[in-house]
């Protein structure tokens, strides 16, 4: 479902500032009500690749900034020993831009409300590789009923993109055993985007 439809106005935004304007105003869904703002994303862009979570939780929520809670601080963690930062190499958003009460997952007619806003940002950001971390991420862009046990580390590709869905870093600290499993999937990252982006990308443990 990534570029489905008819183009919008949204996907003519030239750039990330401009439709992070518009996505402020957001009310398309009941989310914008009950949070304090909208988490829109960050990093660089055009970047080669794209990392996608679920929503904001009450750091996020507060900060405005996608992944700085416990879970951000581990993903930059993986991302740091892949090779990869945000304010360098790498463009962070999630599947919705408000957090959801109590941080429950978004429901699907959440999702799709947020969706033309996420596709006009993978267009700006035009990545050659996104990770989809956890299962709503996975369910959001692939499929409803994908199970995330079952898909993660397998390569996935829609339209020139090469999909890489994998654990979030909440369930990681919640169950550290999936670390392993994270890191052979970044692994895979690594490999595919030396391929694909620079083939001189460093990672200092792959």
């Excluded at 914008?32 to 904001?56: D, N, S």
């Excluded at 959801?100 to 999702?111: I, K």
């Amino acid at each position: 479902m990534i570029y489905t439809g008819e183009p919008t106005e949204l996907d003519r935004i030239p750039t990330m500032e401009a439709l992070a304007e518009v996505v402020k105003g957001c009310q398309r869904c009941g989310l914008r009500a009950g949070c304090t703002q909208v988490v829109f994303g960050e990093g660089v862009w055009p970047a080669g690749l794209m990392c996608i979570g679920e929503g904001p939780g009450a750091d996020e929520d507060r900060l405005g900034r996608p992944f700085v809670g416990r879970a951000g601080q581990l993903l930059d963690r993986i991302l740091e020993v892949s090779g990869f930062d945000r304010k360098r190499n790498c463009y962070i958003a999630n599947i919705v831009k408000c957090r959801p009460p109590g941080n429950r997952a978004p429901e699907p007619a959440e999702r799709q409300a947020c969706w033309p806003y996420l596709r006009a940002q993978i267009r700006l950001v035009r990545p050659k590789i996104i990770v989809l971390l956890g299962a709503t991420a996975l369910q959001g862009i692939i499929d409803p009923s994908a199970r995330i046990t079952r898909m993660r580390g397998q390569w996935i590709e829609r339209e020139g993109i090469h999909f890489m869905p994998t654990y979030h870093p909440a369930a990681l600290l919640r169950d550290p055993s999936k670390k392993k499993d994270v890191w052979n999937d970044m692994k895979q990252v690594i490999a595919r985007y030396r391929e694909l982006v620079d083939p001189n990308h460093y990672s200092p443990y792959a």
